[in-house]
């Protein structure tokens, strides 16, 4: 595998298939979505990035305020924050974990985020009942802060995170 097949680029239409797989392998930490409803995420995402060529290994998808999304987590952000970029979901798949590209994800969103001046604040949240204790030790690693906590339905508590960049 070539290094360059590690580094982050841009989403592509070829990607959804791999990335619904991946990302339905990897329920609950995020949640199952159909074919649909995953275009409909690429489709309206401020940025999408995937890792991988011949095998996708790896996803995001970001909003931006406005964005047609009923997620209640993105929903929170909106209402709290004028300027943001709410980072929705990121998928890594097993066999390539601990390999940092989780962390070459969010680099690529950020830097592109400078890059554009788009915001001040990266947004996500990360499981806290139940707990994902991995994502959680993770994004305090990479700079988030908790900015509030919240149900997002029932049995699952989040909390919601921020990074400021600069």
């Known amino acids: 595998m070539q290094s360059s097949e590690l580094e982050p680029r841009l989403f592509l239409a ?5 990335a619904l797989e991946l990302n339905n392998a990897n329920a609950p930490a995020v ?5 649909l409803t995953l275009e409909f995420l690429v489709e309206h995402s401020l940025y999408s990035f995937a890792i991988g060529a011949e095998t996708l290994h790896a996803f995001c998808i970001t909003f931006a ?3 047609p999304y009923t997620s ?3 929903q929170w952000f909106s209402k709290k924050y004028s300027e943001f970029v709410y980072l929705d979901r990121i998928v890594v798949s097993e066999t390539m974990r601990n390999k940092s590209l989780g962390a070459k994800l ?3 969103v950020e830097q592109r985020m400078v890059k554009d001046r788009c915001a001040p604040l990266l947004t996500c949240e990360v499981n806290l009942n139940p707990p994902n204790l991995g994502s959680i030790r993770f994004h305090n690693r990479i700079g988030f802060r908790e900015v509030g906590q919240q149900d997002s339905k029932p049995g699952l508590t989040v909390s919601m995170l921020a990074k400021e960049l600069r």
């Open 14 to 18: 070829s990607d959804i298939d791999s």
């Open 31 to 35: 949640g199952e979505i159909d074919r």
């Open 65 to 67: 305020p406005g964005a």
């Open 72 to 74: 209640v987590n993105y």
């Open 106 to 108: 969010y680099s690529a």
